[in-house]
């Protein structure tokens, strides 16, 4: 393994195995290392990659140590995946397999794949409003699926 230093505790590290990952290293307040990780390349090029470091290092200016904010950035991307439409709507015909026909189930499953999910699938659901799934129903039914 061997490291390629940009500047500014960025370097892309060379692992035997041929993978390439951008990391930084920077100082924690308690005077420990700390090292971050911004992906590999060529995935993440050398200008997203310093972009991501100065980032970084405008966080570590303000007094925030740029690995919490990394993994609390995570955390909120999680929850937010979590309140999707699709998560909803899957959490939803989980909860009630038991209380619904099978059949059904299998009827409306392909559905929501195949039409609904692709496209409001990813929508947090604070964001939907009835006008949404009124406009895609129409879709639907011009198009003959309903």
């Known amino acids: 393994m061997y490291k390629m230093f940009d500047g500014g505790g960025l370097f892309l590290q060379v692992n035997p195995s041929g993978g390439k990952h951008w990391k930084m290293k920077y100082r924690k307040d308690d005077g420990k290392e700390g090292l971050l990780t911004f992906g590999s390349y060529p995935a993440v090029t050398l200008e997203q990659a310093r972009k991501k470091r100065e980032e970084a290092r405008a966080n570590k200016a303000a007094g925030f140590d740029p690995g919490e904010v990394k993994r609390r950035e995570k955390t909120e991307r999680a929850e937010r995946a979590k309140n999707t439409?699709?998560?909803?709507?899957?959490?939803?015909?989980?909860?009630?397999?038991?209380?619904?026909?099978?059949?059904?189930?299998?009827?409306?499953?392909?559905?929501?794949?195949?039409?609904?999910?692709?496209?409001?699938?990813?929508?947090?659901?604070?964001?939907?409003?009835?006008?949404?799934?009124?406009?895609?129903?129409?879709?639907?039914?011009?198009?003959?699926?309903?």
């Open 85 to 146: 439409f699709e998560a909803v709507a899957r959490a939803w015909m989980e909860v009630h397999s038991t209380k619904v026909k099978p059949k059904t189930l299998h009827t409306y499953l392909p559905i929501l794949e195949r039409f609904i999910f692709p496209i409001i699938g990813k929508v947090p659901i604070r964001n939907l409003k009835a006008p949404d799934f009124l406009d895609l129903m129409r879709k639907m039914e011009a198009q003959g699926h309903l």
